[in-house]
C-alpha cells in the first residue's frame, strides 16, 4: 500500500518493482493529487484508491489499510511513493516477522539518520518507553491484528502517524520489531518532518503534547477511582 501526493514522477517505478519484488497486489491511495499520480500508478498496475479530498499521510495510510481488511487481506506493507525505499529489500520485512511474530515490523536504515534525527529519537525514546531506533521510517509491515486497531475510529484522529500511531499499537499490546533495510536518497520533495528548524520544533512539540496526552490516558485508564464511570 503507497500513500501519494503528486508523486507521478516516482510512483510508477515503486510500483513496478513491488510487483517485479512481491508479485504482490499494489495499492496505491492518491491523496487529492494535482498531477497525474493516480494514472501513473494504474499504468504500471496499480489498484487506485481515489480521496476526493487530502487528508494527509497518516489519512491516506489509514484509508488503504481499511480497503486492505475489506477485501480480507492478512497483512499490509506500507511504503513511500517517492523512491526512497527499495522494492528489493521488501521480504526482508516477512523474513523479520517470520522470525520474531511481531505484529509490526518496521523497516529501518539507521545510517541514514542525521545527528539532529538522532538526538530527537533519543528524546522520544525517553519520553514514550519505546525502544525503537527510528520513529518516522515509512517502510512497515502490519498484520491483521495490526491492522484492525490502526483502522478503528481510534486511529482517525492521530496528526503525525510516527509517534501517534506507534503509541497507539504499543498500548493495544501489539509487539513491534525493526529489521535493517537498504534506503536511498529521495528522488524528489523532501522530508514532512525535517523540512525546516521550524517544522522540526513544531513537530516536537505536537508529539510531546500528544505523548502526555496518552500517557495521562493510559494513567487513567487503569486508576481504580476511575475505572467503571460513566461518560
Known sequence: ????????????????????????????????????????????????LMLPVGLGAWGASQAGIRFALRHEFKS????????????????????????TGANVVIGTCFERLSLPKRIAWQYLRLLTGLRLRD????????????????????????????????????GKGMRMTETPTPMQARKSGHSRVFASWAVVARYMFNTTILCISRLDLGKRASDPATSGVNS
Open 76 to 99: 499490509v506493507i506500507c511504503l513511500d511513493a517517492d523512491g526512497q525505499h527499495l522494492p528489493d529489500s521488501l521480504p526482508l520485512l516477512f523474513e523479520a516477522r517470520k522470525r
Open 1 to 48: 500500500m503507497i500513500p501519494a501526493r503528486d508523486e507521478s514522477a516516482t510512483v510508477a517505478s515503486v510500483v513496478a518493482g513491488v510487483r517485479a519484488s512481491l508479485g504482490c497486489q499494489v495499492l496505491v491511495v492518491d491523496d487529492a493529487s494535482t498531477d497525474g499520480t493516480a494514472a501513473s500508478a494504474r499504468a504500471a498496475g496499480a489498484d487506485v
Open 135 to 170: 520513529f518516522t521510517s515509512g517502510l512497515r509491515l502490519y498484520d491483521q491484528r495490526a491492522m484492525q486497531v490502526l483502522a478503528a475510529p481510534e486511529a482517525s484522529l492521530l496528526d503525525y502517524q510516527d509517534v501517534g500511531v506507534l503509541m497507539l499499537l504499543a
